[in-house]
């Protein structure tokens, strides 16, 4: 576990639509070199978070609680034009299509070289020739004549590549890469994921990994938080969320989610899901989880239970896991 | 290299394409003009008022409105084989002449009304959709219904009581100082304030129709993923919509304006009248009143050149505006 | 010289520059004039010389240093623009670009504003060569109209007053007669307008044996009117008409299809017409009424179909008589026996209205109105 001051620190973020309220009190830290992930099925608000760090949400999104704060500045409170420095420049963010997220009359190489121009001042000629190295960086074959190629010439890998290339062009400290592999096919998948981790370690920046596969998480992600219907429902190192979920979503996710780790892929035996859907959480005044939960109790559907940390670093907002988990401690004497 | 040699294909293709177009539209039209009751010699003998059963014989068998009409149009078309247009009786002149005369400021003003309307109405279709909502988008919406829905000779009248009589800063009417012997630069720039009214009058209704549709447009183009994008690279409002909205919105908007241009031609005879300038639109309702067929049909050739060749441009236009189309 | 095998009374009028201008010899001796593209029409030996002529727009005439009445020319330049619209007319003499305009060249709505204005005069003297003139002519083909009772009935259900009034804003005279009041040395005045009288109307169409039908109307007729007159006037006969029970129906043609419609296909049943005098009744009157000028097709004949041997026999003898005391009774009689037999209602004479700068001088110093010459004219501080 890092101890020094996070890099992003998000705390209590409430998001709120006119019509409800995708993420409630939702939380985490994310360290400087670090990979986290946030992981929760479709429509759980994992978007929304990260796109309110970027302060990009949709007009009608409002943040009505909560800080975001990079290497302890507020980011909710800068003002609109230095905020547009931080974006690109110290955040950089990838988007789930690939397909869409280049604009189509654009060659790659301009869009690419857009960031440089605006963030490191570079003139044409030096932008471009940076973004022919950042584009043999991401592995796109050929790269001088990639540069001056439409989007609609490259396939899906090539343009989450395009997409990576363009995000890393100014060395940001930290990027959101927003299911940044869903659109792809799976051996794409694991490329993309690769070359995003040796990125990371290369140029020294955090990740912040979201996903919905909880399959993904073992392998790239340093940190995992298990987002439930816009809150946290816990959180731990992510070797510790794979072999020992506590929460019963997280349990009932990783039922549900194959495994890239070949020996563990076909032998984990048959994929379960859980019943029900997130929109049950609508409205819950209690446990959001509470209507699919197996394990529920009474007082899960009164109030929310609280995040409680059940070792360093491990939260989970069950009563029911934290009591035994608890007593699994006291038993093993730790 | 390529790109030359496509260029010259589609213009090859357009040629070929344009021939049997034309000619349809040269038959068809001069049947049609057939139809019209009453021919050059009724109106030219109506005006004298004391004209003789013996003129009009003359009249019409010097328009050669005495033959078959079959024989009538394979004479036309004789003369257009020899890239001629005929001759205009009434005006005593050949009709290329006449037509020469008119072709350069009539396209000048049909260009500078057309480029008006189209930077006009992007201009505020864009603030319009960059301010949705809000009171600068509805009060420039009101504007530009206003725009489209008042005549356009009524607009040209209210334009020359404010800026030539009542203020004086422009002229009211006709397309040069006549009588200046102006030279050289003195020459264009009076003519230009000799376009303003004219052109401002006739872009005004495509500026609202513009603007209606540049606004839905990026209104359209600025929720899609790769706007969010360019967002997150830290670029400013104002450039996300100029780089990335517009040349994709543009399209619809440069589709209608090739439309329009052939239209405008006939759009432009209200225009034209008011301020009393010597443009093909009313040099064709001229003809048709006074069933100077050889003219009228001349004009209606030229446009159809014009249609075609404003298609064209706009095919490769929209080429270079998006690589994904292929030139047709 | 012009040797006339007949007298011809109106030639010496009819020499006048406007109607028979001056040209070269050596450019129209032996040539034919109508064959394209003709010769050049702007070679003559007036005030001014042809220098720029774009079609549609506009005319350049310079002073003619050789003119032979000197030191006339007094204008250096006379520009000559077409504008084709009213109401921008007006604007351009508001705005100071015109000086000078004829043939009511504003809206005659818009005159009353021009009554006190600083720099323009309105001019509403009638000149005798012109003989403006708008009439109703009857298809005497029709087989109601043959009947003379209907055709008064109609002349008594027209209030040519209020026509002047309402329709032309008070900027023409009554003109009751064939040949128009403006035509001063020939006008009648014996032959005066036929009371404005609704009821008398009625009677004399009950009486033609023509009753009002289940609906009130007694029977259907096609108005076409001129399409160079205010088509207002058409609207006020065709409310007259329905007022005593005659459904009008009014169409709108353009000038080429009116002609066809009423002198070649001659469907039409009553048409308002301008058949303008010019300076002479032999040349502008008798194309109307002589019944060997009824010919189908062409444009300003006799479309009433009218035939009476008494009106051919006096507009022939006028046309050659040479004492104008003689050809003026002739003329009277002619006026008289017309407004007898009613082929035609004679309505009112437009005004010819010019609108000129206040310090322009002498710009209609004949008969023939803004068609002289322009020698004379100049302009005074
Ligand atoms: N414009 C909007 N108006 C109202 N509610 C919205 C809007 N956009 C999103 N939401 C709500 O916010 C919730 C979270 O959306 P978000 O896009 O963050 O989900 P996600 O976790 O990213 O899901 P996915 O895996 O599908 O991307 C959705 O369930 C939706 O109900
Ligand atoms: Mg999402």
Redesign the pocket.
Known sequence: MTTAAPLLDVADLT?A????T??IDFGFTVAEGETLAVV????????????AVMRLL?P??KIVAGAIRLKGRDLRALPEPEMRRVRGREIAMIF?EPMTSLNPVLTVGRQIAEVLRLHEGMSAPAARARTIELLDLVRVADPHRRVDDFPHRLSGGMRQRVMIAMAVACRPRLLIA??PT?ALDVTIQAQVLDLLDRLRRDLGMALLL?T?DLGIVGQWADRVVV?Y??RRVEQADATRVLDDPLHPYTRGLLAASPRLDASLHYSAGPLREIPGS?ASARGQPGCPFAPRCPLAQPSCRIRPPPLAAVRPGRLVACPVTTASELADVAAVGL | MFENRRLLRVLRRTVVQAVPTVLGIVVLNFLLLKLAPGDAADVMAGEFGTATEETMAMLRRQFGLDLPLLQQLLAYLGNLVQFSLGFSPRYGMPVSELIGQRLPSTLMLMGLALAIAVVVGIALGTTMAMTAGRWTDRVLSVVSLLFYSVPGFWIGLMLIVLFSVKLGWLPSGGQETIGAGLTGLDAVADRLKHMILPATSLALFYVAIYGRLTRAAVLEVASQDYVRTAAAKGLAPLTVTLRHVLRNALLPVTTLAGIHFGGILGGAVVVETVYSWPGLGRLAFESVMRRDFNVLLGVLLLSSFLVIIANTLIDLLHAWLDPRIEVR | MIVLSKPSPYLMVALGPSESPIVPKHLYDGVDVAAPPGPPLHIGTGPFILKEWVRGSHAVLERNPNYWDKPKPYLDRVIIRFMPDAAARAAAFEAGDLDLGGSAPVPLSDLARYKDHPKLAVDTRSFAYTGAQHQIFFNLDTPVLKNKKVREAIAHSLDLDAIVETVFYGQAKVSPSPVSVALTPWYDPAVQARKFDPALANKLLDEAGQPRGANGMRFPVRLLINPFIDGRLAEFVRQSLRRVGIDATTQNLEFGAYVKNVYTDRSFDLTIESLTNVFDPTVGVQRGYWSKNFRIGLPFSNSANYSNPEVDRLLEAAAIEIDPAKRKTMFSQFQRIVHEDIPSVDLISPLEIIIANKRIRNYAPGAEGLGANFADVHFVD
């Open positions: 998001i639509f006119p019509t409800g995708p993420v929760g099925e479709s429509g759980s608000g994992k978007s929304l978070t990260a796109l949709p009608a999104a789930q927003d299911e869903t979201i919905h987002m219907a816009g997130i």
